[in-house]
């Protein structure tokens, strides 16, 4: 479904998804990352429970929800990997974090 154009001489970083390690271009999203991988879905929806992926690639859907780091609820397509990022899925409705 996705292809990336490759560039020579781009650095990789690697990124842990679903607690499996996974080499990816640096400068991407997590998003693209997670679809570069070969995922199908980036969470399941409170309601429904029905799978989702990322939609429009620029911040506007909100389909594209993941825990990055421990924290829930980013947008994943607004994110940039970071070598040994922790990206898991998000299951339904995440809880609210309390800012400090
Ligand atoms: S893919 Fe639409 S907000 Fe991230």
């Known amino acids: 479904m996705f292809r990336r154009i490759e560039q020579t001489g781009s650095d990789s970083v690697t ?11 640096a400068g991407i999203s997590v998003a693209a990352a997670v679809l570069l991988c070969g995922f199908r879905k ?3 929806t409170p309601v429904t429970d029905s799978p989702r992926l990322p939609y ?12 990055i780091d421990g924290v829930p609820n980013q947008q994943a397509c607004q994110v940039e990997v970071r070598d040994n990022m922790a990206i898991d899925y ?11």
């Open 15 to 25: 990124v842990r998804i679903d607690n499996r390690e996974f080499q990816v271009p």
């Open 90 to 100: 998000q299951r339904g409705a995440a809880e609210l974090l309390q800012q400090e």
């Open 42 to 44: 980036v969470r399941n």
């Open 56 to 67: 429009c690639m620029m911040g506007i859907c909100f389909d594209c929800l993941m825990c």
